[in-house]
C-alpha cells in the first residue's frame, strides 16, 4: 500500500497543479532537462510515468473506483489515472520497439560484416585466404580495450619548426569569442566553446605551427554583444620564436567570422543546418585568400594550403568535410556530443516518437551530417575509450571488428577494394594549469583557514583571502576537517542526492570529513525554473533529513575564477591538478582518467554505500591519500595542452597528406596573374573592355582601349598593358611535344573560364521516360543565351557551363542535334559532377574532348570501382531476382569515376539512403543518386557532385562561387538539393522539370534542413519566360547579397 499511497500523492500533486496541462502523447512532450520553462504536472507525469509499475498503477486505479463519491475531485483522480496508465503503456510499447529496432541493426551488422568479408577474401591467393580468416577470427575476439600500433610513430618535437603548417579548426553554434566568454548563456555556449578558444591558442604555440583559423559564425544580431559581429580576432599575437627572429606578420591563432544565415538574428544549432554551404563557400573564399598571402610570406609565391581541417560537433565536421573535398586537405573530426547516443536516450524515455524528437532536434539531419563526417575523416578524435566502443559503435560508417580486418590488410600491402573505415584516437581534453598553485603539505593553507574563521593571535594583519572561502567557511562547524569536493550544475543526471545520501548515511565519514556543494549560482530557488530546482529542493531536504547543518557547505554564488581556489581546499574529479585524490564514476571518462593519473578510486554512481566506503577509504587512509596525491602531480602533465596539442600534431601527421597539386603545368598562369590584375586596375575606368574568345583551335586575347584613356592613363597602368601584349606576340610552344594527350596547342591549355567573371550553369534535370534529354531543353538553352547576350558588357565577362548525369558523349550529341555549337559552353560538369571537360582545351585533333586530369585526381579519395560494381549489383539484385533484375549496368554512362546502371524497376529500387547505409556499413564510401527522370542510378565518388564541382572550378580557376548563377528546375536528380543551397545564385525555372529522382532520394523527409527558408540569393520565374525577363531576373540576383 505504500508505493500506492506514493502514488496517490503524485496524482493528487497532479490535480493540484492543473490536469489541463497532461498533453496527448500525439503532441511533443517538453525534455525537462533541456528547456528553461518547468511544468510540474508534466515532471509528476515523468516520475509516474518511468519510476512505477503498470499493476501498481491498476491498483490505484481500483482503489480509486472503490473509494468513489460524488465529489468532482475523485472521479478526475480517477480519470487521470487512467489517463497515466495509458502513457505507461505506450512508454513499454516505444521501449519495446526500440529493443525490436536495435535487434534487427545488431542481426544487420553481422550479416554485413560477413559479407564484406566473404568479398574481401575472395581476392585473395590460397595462402592469403587463410591469413584473412584468420583475421577475422581474432576480430571477433573480444577485447576490453580498442587497440593501436603506434609505435612506428614519430613524436611532434623542435625539430618540426621549420614546417610552418596552415591548421583550420571549425565549431560553428554558440557565442565564440576569445576573452569574457559567456558559457552558460545558453546550451549552445558551453564547454565546447572553451576547448576550441583554448585548443586554438595552444596549438598556435606548437613548434611548427604558423597560422591557426578558428572559424564560427558572425552574428550582428543586437541581441548579442557587438563583439560577435567582428570579422575577426586575434588570440595570439605574431611575435618572435625562441631564437628570436620574428615569426610572420600573419602568424597566430585567429577567430575568423564567416557571415551566413540571417545576418542580424542569432540563432540555435538546430536551425543552422539550412545555410551550412553557405558557410563552405564563405569559407572556401577565406581560405583561398589566406592561402595566396601565406604563399606570399612563407610559401615561396605558392600557396600555402591547409595542413588540416578540423570540424567540431556535427554541423561543422559537415562544412569540414565539404571543404576537404573541395580542397583534397585531409579532415578531422571530434563529435564533442553525438546524435544517435541523443536519439537513444530520447527513445528509451518514451515520451516522444521518432517524428517529435527529430521536429523538435533536427536529430535525423544531424545524424546524417555525423555519418558524412565518418566517411571523409582521415582521424576521428574522442576524449574517452568508451564514446569509441558505445556511441561510435551506434554509427553506420564505423564497426570496430571490420575496422581491424581492414587495418590487417592495409599493413600487409592487401587491396581494401576501396573499403575504408575512419582512425579513432583516444586524446583527452587539455587543461590549462597557469593558475594552479603547487602547495606541498601547505600548512601556510592552514593558517589561511584560521585567518577566515577569526582564529589568529599574533595580531598580524590578515592575508588576502579568496572571497570564495570565507562564503565556504561560514556554513561548517570544523573547517579544519578534510573537504569532500562535488562541482557541477544542479542536475539530476550529476548524481548529487545520491552523493549526499552517502555522507549522511555513513557516520564515520561525517564524522571524518565535510562536503562542499558547488552548485552552479542562484538567488531564489523560488524564481527558479527547469528540472535543477527539484535538485536543489531535494539537497535541502537531505540535509535537514540527515541533520548535516555545519557538514555541509553549498555556497549560492562563485565565479569560473574561483575554481582554482575552491580545488585548493578540496578533492574530486578534477583536483588531480592540484594534487589531490578523486572518487568518480565507474562508467565512462573518468575510467581513462584513473587509468592514465591512477589517483583516486571508481565507483558505481548508483551505489551509495560503495561512494561512502570509496570517499571512508581515502580519508582515513593516509599513506592512500598520498599516494593518489603524488600519482596525480607526477602524471597531471598527460592533461596539459601542450601534451594534448604533441599528440595530437603526431596522429595528424600519420594521415595520409594531400593538398590541391595540379598535374598540368600551367607556364601561362603568370599571363592570367596579369590580365586579372589588369581588370582589377581598370574596372572603374570607362569605356574599357577586355574581349575573350576562342578562334578555331586557338585561344586568343584581344583588347580594345580608349585611345585617349590609354595614351592619358597613368604610367603604371601603360606598363600592364605593354606586358601584358609583349607576352601575348611571345610564339607558342610546340604543344606536341607534351606526353601523354596531344594537345592542340599551350594556348589552349587555359580555359577561358578563368578570365571569366561570372558564369550561369545549366542544371536543368528535363528528360523523358526513358532518361533522354527533353526537347524543350532546347529552346529553354537558346533563351538563356539570348538573355545574357542582351548585354555586351556582361555577355563579355560571363561564361555558361551544364551540369548534368549525361555522359560527355550524350551531352555532345544532344549539343549536335539540337545544332547548339559545344564551344558556346566553357566547362561541362558530366556524369553526376564525376568529370569536366572544357571544350576547346584538352581537345585532340579530331576534336574529342578530354577530361580535366586535375579533377579526375582531386575527386578519386576513397574510391573504389570494382568493389562498387560488385557490391551494388548484389544489393539492387538479391539472390532469386535474377529473372527479373532492378537495375542493369548502363556500359555507355559509366567512366572511371562513376558506375551507372539502367533502374528496370523502381519499384524495387532501394532509396538512396537505404542503399548508402548499407555501403557505409561494409566500408564502402561513395556519393550514390538517381538520375534521369529515375532511368538511372550513378555511384559517384564520395566528394564528386555536381555542386562539389562548382567549388572546384574555385579553388582551381579562382571563378568565386558567389558569381556563379545557377538555373534548375522545380525538381531534379536526388542531388537537387545540394544545388538549390550556398552562396551562388539559384533561378528557379517553374513548370520545366515536371518529374525528378527525387521520390527515391530518402524515407525521412527533411528538406527544410537543407535548404534555406527565405534565401535572397534563390529566385523562381515561369518556365515560358522570356529572354527579355529571364536577363531581368539574373540582373535582380546578381544584387542579392546575404
Not at 525537462?32 to 510540474?40: G, I, K, M
Not at 583561398?288 to 565536421?317: C, F, R, T
Not at 565535510?514 to 542562484?522: A, E, F, P, Y
Request: hydrophobic share 35%; net charge negative.
Amino acid at each position: 500500500m505504500a508505493a500506492n499511497e506514493w502514488i496517490n500523492g503524485y496524482l493528487e500533486a497532479i490535480l493540484d497543479s492543473g490536469a489541463a496541462a497532461i498533453e496527448e502523447q500525439h503532441k511533443p512532450a517538453v525534455d525537462l532537462r533541456e528547456r528553461d520553462h518547468f511544468n510540474p504536472t508534466k515532471y509528476f507525469v515523468e516520475e509516474v510515468v518511468t519510476g512505477v509499475d503498470e499493476t501498481d498503477l491498476h491498483r490505484t486505479w481500483i482503489k480509486v473506483v472503490a473509494t468513489r463519491n460524488a465529489r468532482e475531485r475523485s472521479s478526475r483522480l480517477e480519470n487521470m489515472c487512467w489517463r497515466i496508465w495509458h502513457l505507461t503503456r505506450k512508454k513499454k510499447q516505444l521501449e519495446w520497439e526500440e529493443l525490436q529496432r536495435l535487434a534487427k541493426r545488431k542481426w544487420e551488422r553481422e550479416l554485413v560484416r560477413k559479407d564484406a568479408t566473404e568479398d574481401l577474401v575472395e581476392d585473395l591467393s590460397e595462402g592469403e585466404k587463410g591469413d584473412a580468416v584468420s583475421e577475422l577470427i581474432s576480430a571477433e575476439t573480444p577485447r576490453k580495450t580498442f587497440q593501436r600500433d603506434y609505435s612506428n610513430l614519430e613524436v611532434w618535437s623542435e625539430d618540426k619548426k621549420g614546417k610552418k603548417l596552415y591548421i583550420i579548426l571549425i565549431s560553428l553554434h554558440g557565442l565564440v569569442r576569445g576573452e569574457n566568454m559567456e558559457l552558460g548563456r545558453d546550451s549552445d555556449t558551453g564547454g565546447q566553446v572553451k576547448y576550441v578558444v583554448e585548443l586554438s591558442r595552444a596549438l598556435a604555440k606548437m613548434p611548427g605551427v604558423y597560422r591557426v583559423d578558428l572559424f564560427t559564425r558572425q552574428v550582428l544580431s543586437p541581441e548579442v554583444d557587438w563583439s560577435y559581429g567582428e570579422p575577426t580576432e586575434m588570440l595570439t599575437t605574431a611575435g618572435e620564436d625562441a631564437d628570436g627572429n620574428d615569426v610572420g606578420e600573419s602568424s597566430g591563432a585567429y577567430i575568423i567570422r564567416i557571415p551566413f544565415g540571417p545576418r542580424d538574428k542569432y540563432l540555435h544549432k538546430e536551425l543552422l543546418w539550412p545555410y551550412i554551404q553557405e558557410f563552405v563557400d564563405g569559407s572556401l573564399a577565406h581560405i583561398l585568400n589566406m592561402s595566396k598571402v601565406l604563399g606570399e610570406q612563407i610559401g615561396g609565391g605558392q600557396p600555402v594550403w591547409p595542413y588540416v581541417i578540423h570540424g567540431h560537433y556535427a554541423d561543422a565536421g559537415d562544412s569540414a568535410a565539404l571543404l576537404s573535398g573541395a580542397l583534397n586537405v585531409p579532415m578531422v573530426l571530434t563529435g564533442h556530443s553525438l546524435g544517435r547516443n541523443k536519439l537513444e536516450q530520447l527513445l528509451k524515455q518514451g515520451r516522444q516518437s521518432k517524428e517529435d524528437i527529430n521536429s523538435t532536434y533536427k536529430i535525423m539531419r544531424r545524424i546524417e551530417a555525423e555519418e558524412f563526417s565518418l566517411d571523409v575523416a582521415e582521424l576521428v578524435i574522442t576524449s574517452t575509450q568508451q564514446e569509441i566502443e558505445e556511441q561510435w559503435g551506434l554509427y553506420d560508417g564505423f564497426d570496430v571488428k571490420l575496422e581491424k580486418v581492414l587495418r590487417a590488410r592495409a599493413r600487409r600491402g592487401v587491396n581494401c577494394h576501396g573499403r575504408y573505415m575512419p582512425r579513432m584516437v583516444v586524446i583527452p581534453p587539455g587543461m590549462d594549469f597557469s593558475n594552479v598553485v603547487v602547495q606541498e603539505d601547505a600548512p601556510e593553507i592552514d593558517g589561511e583557514i584560521v585567518s577566515v574563521i577569526g582564529g589568529g593571535t599574533d595580531g598580524s594583519s590578515p592575508k588576502a583571502i579568496p572571497t570564495i572561502w570565507s562564503d565556504v567557511m561560514r556554513f561548517l562547524t570544523n573547517p579544519h576537517k578534510p573537504m569532500i569536493l562535488a562541482l557541477s550544475r544542479p542536475d539530476p543526471k550529476k548524481n548529487i542526492t545520491n552523493l549526499l545520501k552517502a555522507f549522511g548515511e555513513c557516520r564515520p565519514l561525517r564524522e571524518l570529513a565535510n562536503l562542499t556543494l558547488i552548485m552552479g549560482n542562484r538567488d531564489d530557488i523560488d524564481e527558479m525554473t527547469g528540472p535543477s530546482v527539484s535538485v536543489l529542493v531535494t539537497v535541502l531536504k537531505l540535509i535537514d533529513k540527515y541533520d548535516l547543518y555545519g557538514q555541509v557547505a553549498y555556497p549560492k554564488h562563485h565565479k569560473q575564477a574561483d575554481v582554482p581556489d575552491i580545488y585548493r581546499l578540496a578533492a574530486k574529479t578534477k583536483a588531480a591538478a592540484h594534487g589531490l585524490p578523486m572518487v568518480a564514476t565507474k562508467n565512462g571518462g573518468p575510467v581513462d582518467i584513473q587509468r592514465a593519473l591512477n589517483n583516486g578510486l571508481l565507483v558505481d554512481p548508483h551505489d551509495q554505500k560503495a561512494i561512502s566506503d570509496a570517499l571512508l577509504k581515502l580519508v582515513s587512509e593516509k599513506n592512500l591519500w598520498h599516494e593518489c596525491r603524488k600519482n596525480g602531480w607526477k602524471n597531471i602533465h598527460l592533461y596539459s595542452w601542450p601534451e594534448h596539442c604533441r599528440t595530437y600534431l603526431t596522429k595528424v601527421a600519420a594521415c595520409r597528406m594531400r593538398h590541391p597539386q595540379w598535374q598540368t603545368d600551367t607556364p601561362g598562369d603568370d599571363i592570367s596573374s596579369e590580365v586579372s590584375s589588369l581588370n582589377d586596375s581598370l574596372k572603374d575606368v570607362q569605356d574599357m573592355s577586355l574581349r575573350l574568345s576562342v578562334d578555331g583551335d586557338k585561344a586568343s586575347l584581344t583588347g580594345s582601349l580608349d585611345p585617349v584613356a590609354s595614351s592619358s592613363g597613368e604610367p603604371e597602368l601603360q606598363d600592364q598593358v605593354k606586358q601584358v601584349l609583349s607576352k601575348i606576340n611571345k610564339p607558342e610552344t610546340n604543344s606536341k611535344e607534351t606526353e601523354g594527350v596531344k594537345l592542340e596547342n599551350v594556348g589552349s591549355k587555359y580555359p577561358i573560364l578563368r578570365r571569366r567573371r561570372g558564369l550561369v550553369v545549366l542544371t536543368l534535370d528535363c528528360y523523358d521516360s526513358k532518361g533522354f534529354p527533353d526537347k524543350k531543353m532546347v529552346q529553354i538553352i537558346q533563351d538563356i543565351f539570348k538573355a545574357i547576350r542582351l548585354d555586351a558588357q556582361i555577355a563579355k565577362l560571363t561564361g555558361f557551363a551544364i551540369s548534368t548525369a549525361m555522359p560527355v558523349s550524350e551531352t555532345v550529341e544532344f549539343f549536335k542535334s539540337a545544332k547548339i555549337q559545344v564551344n558556346d559552353f566553357d566547362a561541362l560538369i558530366c556524369g553526376s559532377g564525376s568529370e569536366v571537360y572544357y571544350p576547346g582545351t584538352y581537345t585532340a585533333e579530331d576534336g574529342k574532348l578530354f577530361s580535366d586530369p586535375d579533377y579526375a585526381s582531386h575527386v578519386a579519395f576513397h574510391w573504389g570501382y570494382e568493389g562498387l560494381k560488385k557490391t551494388i549489383c548484389k544489393l539492387m539484385n538479391p539472390e532469386g531476382e535474377q529473372d527479373s533484375p532492378c537495375v542493369e549496368e548502363d556500359m555507355k554512362s559509366s567512366n572511371a569515376h562513376c558506375v551507372s546502371y539502367f533502374v528496370k524497376d523502381p519499384t524495387k529500387a532501394k532509396k538512396v539512403d537505404d542503399l548508402r547505409q548499407k555501403l557505409r556499413m561494409r566500408g564502402l564510401r561513395c556519393h550514390p543518386m538517381y538520375c534521369r527522370n529515375s532511368t538511372r542510378i550513378q555511384v559517384v565518388p564520395l566528394l564528386a557532385s555536381r555542386a562539389q564541382a562548382l567549388r572546384y572550378l574555385f579553388v582551381r580557376w579562382r571563378l568565386n562561387v558567389a558569381n556563379m548563377f545557377v538555373i534548375v528546375g522545380e525538381t531534379g536528380d536526388t542531388d537537387y538539393e545540394e544545388l538549390i543551397a550556398g552562396a551562388h545564385k539559384t533561378l528557379i525555372m517553374k513548370e520545366v522539370v515536371t518529374e525528378g529522382s527525387e521520390a527515391l532520394l530518402r524515407t525521412m523527409d527533411f528538406r527544410n534542413d537543407i535548404v534555406p527558408p527565405d534565401s535572397p540569393l534563390i529566385k523562381s520565374i515561369k518556365g515560358g519566360a522570356t529572354p527579355q525577363e529571364i536577363s531581368e531576373a539574373l540582373k535582380a540576383l546578381s544584387k542579392a547579397s546575404l
